[in-house]
């Protein structure tokens, strides 16, 4: 394929400059390390404002220019890192990225006025975009597209960590060091992540040498957003009805309309190389837009409600971190568990929801507003990451290699516009003062609606109407009366809520369990469980529909033991849905009566061939065929009986080498001319001792990762350390699973050695 990169390999790569081996863990922990700065240094920022108003003179409309300039230029510098990633090599651009982060950071300890301060803070957020969109595409880029689910999770997790210690931390840190060794400090990390970098982390695989994927298309969405960021955040300042509000909104909405038209323009062929597909993008927007918008509710919101009941600041703080240790602990559920990113969202959208319904009742009296606070904010830090994480994850899996960079742009900017539109509220402004207790609680109704909407965008319009009926009734009741009756009742409310909800989601998964159960019931009972040892020979198989859910495809598979010795048959027919797995149900019954009945094996495979032809007529589809392997094994040699219909060739794996089989292949089956007498003869094969036969469909072969290339079976068997059955299908159905980010085709495996 012209233009596009061999994705990084998992495994141990050379250090720069060295000859050793850097493990996948270390490259993920210092990515790790190195992103959480972008959520340190806002904390730090936010904890330095009183000190440096009183050195500096900073005012609040210097931090808000500083802020909304910050934003717009990170939407651009996000695009145009991720893309230098692509060209120039993740590793050389994430070290230019901390380079410029170090000084910035270092022009802000030596900052003499307003102006220069504003300015590095400017450079700052700008450095801390380009560092963090750098890690994001250097991770994916060196884990398989399966693995990213995993590897997302425990970084996501680590980052959520480092939120709780900065937001904990950062007001102690700058009390007790003052604004400039803070920032000195800041330099100082940003400098040796840069040398840690250099030191540990490999470039992440070959250079993609294409040009962007589609210029105008990609200037015009970047245009969309810095416009759209613009205009939320001036809006509050200028008024709605300005001008200028009004021209940097016709301008996100025209630059929307290009980047649209021109995806149309292109030919169907480029649109399918060169894009994410539809739902998946989607996913991936709406739920960066509800992670940035209910961070900013929560940091506006929180601190209000809890002081309002005499605690401390500290308190307030602790309570506010609450909403990254629920973002780790959800992290790490989806580390550990494959969520998808349907049950994320249909699961943490209405958590996330009730919890901000929750959150005022809650914290209205001292004698809870601790422990009730904490763990609702928990709460809603459990739900949005449950929610965005899966459709995080699932988002840099699909996106083709040599695009990953300016694809990987798309999950920040989409947080930082979420951001922008929480700070378009009347109350969140970045000149306004605190919000009162009534304005904060209407920011809490605010974002619950917007979760609600975020539930109706990613496809659970049940869940979305009932979470959107709960913050009605937890506003309504609210409004009308906030005494502590009340407040139960708005508890109650929104628990009957919570339990429509949770019978709704029981209801599913009982239909689904019945679904499972009758699909592997139908599996197990058109393709019969390959038995680890029969006759001579020790076996393992591995059966892997496309189609989840369903159990059975194309694909066949058995192994039978007869009066004529062990045989196995693997084969693939043409076609999908019930069709195939009808003429799959016809060929297994044909082979196990003719296996018993027929002592050559060739003619096994002429009743085969007549089987598919009778299907073929019967139902009026002369391209009906199947491709087909039939083995052979009897008495303690090694030799094997081979009948190849146009099927793949099997593989000898063994200790010093994989190898292809040289067996002569007739035509598939269902084209007739394996009935004359003597047509098909077997091919006789020897197992070296210790090697292990493996048969396959070409689902496996052909699975692709998001850029297209195939799994390359032969590679990956190398780094099989015992070459047993079990063990060669354990790793192969691991592996093509960490390969490819979805199946489209079924799988099925045997493999076969002596007892």
């Given at each position: 394929?012209?233009?596009?990169?061999?994705?990084?390999?998992?495994?141990?790569?050379?250090?720069?400059?060295?000859g050793?081996?850097?493990?996948?863990?270390?490259?993920?922990?210092?990515?790790?390390l190195?992103?959480?700065?972008?959520?340190?240094?806002?904390?730090?920022?936010?904890?330095v404002?009183?000190?440096?108003?009183?050195?500096?003179?900073?005012?609040?409309?210097?931090?808000?220019?500083?802020?909304?300039?910050?934003?717009?230029?990170?939407?651009?510098?996000?695009?145009?890192?991720?893309?230098?990633?692509?060209?120039?090599?993740?590793?050389?651009?994430?070290?230019?990225?901390?380079?410029?982060?170090?000084?910035?950071?270092?022009?802000?300890?030596?900052?003499?006025?307003?102006?220069?301060?504003?300015?590095g803070?400017?450079?700052?957020?700008?450095?801390?975009?380009?560092?963090?969109v750098?890690?994001?595409?250097?991770m994916?880029?060196?884990?398989?597209p399966?693995?990213?689910?995993?590897?997302?999770?425990?970084?996501?997790?680590?980052?959520?960590?480092?939120?709780?210690?900065?937001?904990?931390?950062?007001?102690?840190?700058?009390?007790?060091?003052?604004w400039r060794?803070?920032?000195?400090?800041?330099?100082?990390?940003?400098?040796?992540?840069?040398?840690?970098?250099?030191?540990l982390?490999?470039?992440?695989?070959?250079?993609?040498?294409?040009?962007?994927?589609?210029?105008?298309?990609?200037?015009?969405?970047?245009?969309?957003?810095?416009?759209?960021?613009?205009?939320?955040?001036?809006?509050?300042?200028w008024?709605?009805?300005?001008?200028?509000?009004?021209?940097?909104?016709?301008?996100?909405?025209?630059?929307?309309?290009?980047?649209?038209?021109?995806?149309?323009?292109?030919?169907?062929?480029?649109?399918?190389?060169?894009?994410v597909?539809?739902?998946?993008?989607?996913?991936?927007?709406?739920?960066?837009?509800?992670?940035?918008?209910?961070?900013?509710?929560?940091?506006?919101?929180?601190?209000?409600?809890?002081?309002?009941?005499?605690?401390?600041?500290?308190?307030?703080?602790?309570?506010?971190?609450?909403?990254?240790?629920?973002?780790?602990?959800?992290?790490?559920?989806?580390?550990?568990?494959?969520?998808?990113?349907?049950?994320?969202?249909?699961?943490?959208?209405?958590?996330?929801?009730?919890?901000?319904?929750?959150?005022?009742?809650?914290?209205?009296?001292?004698?809870?507003?601790?422990?009730?606070?904490?763990?609702?904010?928990?709460?809603?830090?459990?739900?949005?990451?449950?929610?965005?994480?899966?459709?995080?994850?699932?988002?840099?899996?699909?996106v083709?290699?040599?695009?990953?960079?300016?694809n990987?742009?798309?999950?920040?900017?989409?947080?930082?516009?979420?951001?922008?539109?929480?700070?378009?509220?009347?109350?969140?402004?970045?000149?306004?003062?605190?919000?009162?207790?009534?304005?904060?609680?209407?920011?809490l109704?605010?974002?619950?609606?917007?979760?609600?909407?975020?539930?109706?965008?990613?496809?659970?319009?049940?869940?979305?109407?009932?979470?959107?009926?709960?913050?009605?009734?937890?506003?309504?009741?609210?409004?009308?009366?906030?005494?502590?009756?009340?407040?139960?009742?708005?508890?109650?409310?929104?628990?009957?809520?919570?339990?429509?909800?949770?019978?709704?989601?029981?209801?599913?998964?009982?239909?689904?369990?019945?679904?499972?159960?009758?699909?592997?019931?139908?599996?197990?009972?058109?393709?019969?469980?390959?038995?680890?040892?029969?006759?001579g020979?020790?076996?393992?198989?591995?059966?892997?529909?496309?189609?989840?859910?369903?159990?059975?495809?194309?694909?066949?598979?058995?192994?039978?033991?007869?009066?004529?010795?062990?045989?196995?048959?693997?084969?693939?027919?043409?076609?999908?849905?019930?069709?195939?797995?009808?003429?799959?149900?016809?060929?297994?019954?044909?082979?196990?009566?003719?296996?018993?009945?027929?002592?050559?094996?060739?003619?096994?495979?002429?009743?085969?061939?007549?089987?598919?032809?009778?299907?073929?007529?019967?139902?009026?589809?002369?391209?009906?065929?199947?491709?087909?392997?039939?083995?052979?094994?009897?008495?303690?040699?090694?030799?094997?009986?081979?009948?190849?219909?146009?099927?793949?060739?099997?593989?000898?794996?063994?200790?010093?080498?994989?190898?292809?089989?040289?067996?002569?292949?007739?035509?598939?089956?269902?084209f007739?001319?394996l009935?004359?007498?003597?047509?098909?003869?077997?091919?006789?094969?020897?197992?070296?001792?210790?090697?292990?036969?493996?048969?396959?469909?070409?689902?496996?072969?052909?699975?692709?990762?998001?850029?297209?290339?195939?799994?390359?079976?032969?590679?990956?068997?190398?780094?099989?350390?015992?070459?047993?059955?079990?063990?060669?299908?354990?790793?192969?159905?691991?592996?093509?699973?960490?390969?490819?980010?979805?199946?489209?085709?079924?799988?099925?495996?045997?493999?076969?050695?002596?007892?």
């Open positions: 394929m012209t233009g596009t990169t061999t994705p990084y390999r998992a495994g141990a790569a050379p250090a720069p400059g060295s050793h081996a850097v493990s996948p863990r270390v490259i993920g922990l210092v990515l790790a190195v992103a959480a700065l972008y959520v340190v240094a806002p904390a730090m920022n936010a904890a404002a009183p000190l440096v108003h009183t050195d500096l003179g900073v005012t609040a409309e210097d931090n808000a220019v500083a802020q909304i300039a910050g934003a717009c230029l990170a939407i651009g510098v996000l695009a145009v890192t991720g893309r230098a990633g692509d060209l120039k090599g993740r590793r050389a651009t994430l070290t230019a990225s901390l380079a410029a982060l170090c000084l910035g950071s270092a022009a802000l300890a030596v900052s003499f006025d307003p102006a220069t301060y504003v300015l803070r400017i450079v700052v957020a700008a450095a801390l975009a380009a560092v963090f750098s890690c994001l595409a250097f994916a880029t060196v884990s398989m399966g693995r990213i689910r995993r590897i997302m999770g425990g970084w996501l997790a680590a980052m959520s960590a480092g939120f709780v210690l900065a937001v904990n931390l950062a007001p102690h840190a700058a009390a007790l060091t003052g060794i803070t920032a000195a400090l800041m330099a100082a990390a940003a400098a040796a992540a840069l040398l840690l970098v250099r030191r982390l490999p470039e992440a695989g070959p250079l993609a040498r294409e040009a962007l994927p589609d210029a105008v298309r990609t200037v015009a969405r970047v245009l969309c957003a810095v416009s759209l960021a613009a205009a939320l955040q001036l809006a509050p300042l008024g709605w009805q300005d001008l200028r509000v009004g021209a940097l909104l016709t301008a996100a909405v025209l630059a929307c309309a290009a980047a649209r038209a021109r995806a149309l323009r292109r030919a169907p062929e480029r649109r399918r190389a060169e894009q597909p539809g739902a998946v993008w989607t996913g991936a927007l709406v739920a960066g837009l509800a992670l940035g918008f209910t961070q900013v509710v929560l940091t506006m919101a929180v601190p209000t409600l809890v002081s309002a009941v005499g605690f401390a600041g500290w308190i307030t703080a602790l309570v506010l971190s609450a909403f990254g240790v629920g973002g780790a602990a959800a992290c790490l559920l989806i580390r550990h568990r494959n969520v998808s990113p349907l049950a994320g969202a249909s699961l943490g959208l209405p958590l996330a929801a009730l919890g901000l319904a929750l959150l005022h009742a809650l914290v209205d009296h001292a004698s809870h507003a601790l422990v009730g606070g904490f763990a609702v904010v928990t709460l809603v830090g459990f739900g949005t990451m449950l929610a965005a994480a899966p459709q995080m994850a699932r988002f840099l899996a699909a083709p290699r040599p695009h990953l960079g300016v990987a742009a798309l999950l920040p900017v989409a947080i930082l516009v979420g951001t922008a539109a929480a700070q378009a509220l009347p109350y969140t402004s970045a000149l306004g003062p605190m919000p009162l207790p009534t304005e904060a609680r209407e920011l109704w605010v974002g619950t609606i917007v979760v609600a909407v975020a539930a109706l965008a990613l496809g659970r319009p049940v869940v979305a109407l009932v979470v959107a009926a709960a913050s009605v009734l937890q506003y309504v009741m609210v409004d009308a009366d906030t005494s502590q009756p009340m407040s139960v009742i708005v508890a109650l409310g929104v628990g009957a809520a919570a339990g429509a909800v949770a019978w709704s989601r029981r209801e599913q998964t009982e239909r689904l369990t019945r679904t499972r159960e009758t699909a592997s019931a139908l599996q197990c009972a058109v393709l019969h469980p390959i038995p680890s040892r029969l006759g020979l020790r076996l393992a198989g591995l059966y892997r529909p496309a189609t989840a859910g369903t159990a059975i495809g194309g694909d066949f598979l058995e192994a039978l033991d007869t009066p004529y010795g062990t045989r196995i048959l693997i084969g693939d027919v043409r076609g999908k849905g019930l069709q195939a797995v009808q003429t799959v149900t016809d060929l297994l019954g044909c082979f196990r009566s003719r296996a018993h009945e027929t002592e050559d094996l060739g003619e096994v495979a002429a009743s085969l061939d007549r089987q598919v032809r009778r299907a073929a007529l019967a139902r009026g589809d002369e391209e009906l065929f199947a491709t087909a392997l039939l083995l052979q094994h009897s008495g303690p040699s090694q030799d094997l009986h081979v009948v190849n219909c146009g099927h793949l060739a099997p593989l000898e794996v063994g200790p010093a080498r994989t190898r292809e089989l040289d067996v002569p292949a007739v035509l598939p089956l269902g007739g001319l009935d004359a007498a003597g047509a098909v003869r077997p091919h006789q094969v020897s197992l070296d001792p210790g090697a292990t036969l493996l048969t396959h469909t070409d689902g496996l072969s052909e699975a692709r990762n998001s850029s297209g290339e195939f799994y390359p079976l032969a590679e990956r068997l190398v780094s099989v350390g015992r070459h047993t059955p079990d063990d060669l299908v354990r790793h192969l159905d691991d592996d093509v699973r960490d390969w490819t980010h979805h199946l489209a085709d079924d799988i099925a495996v045997i493999a076969l050695g002596p007892r």
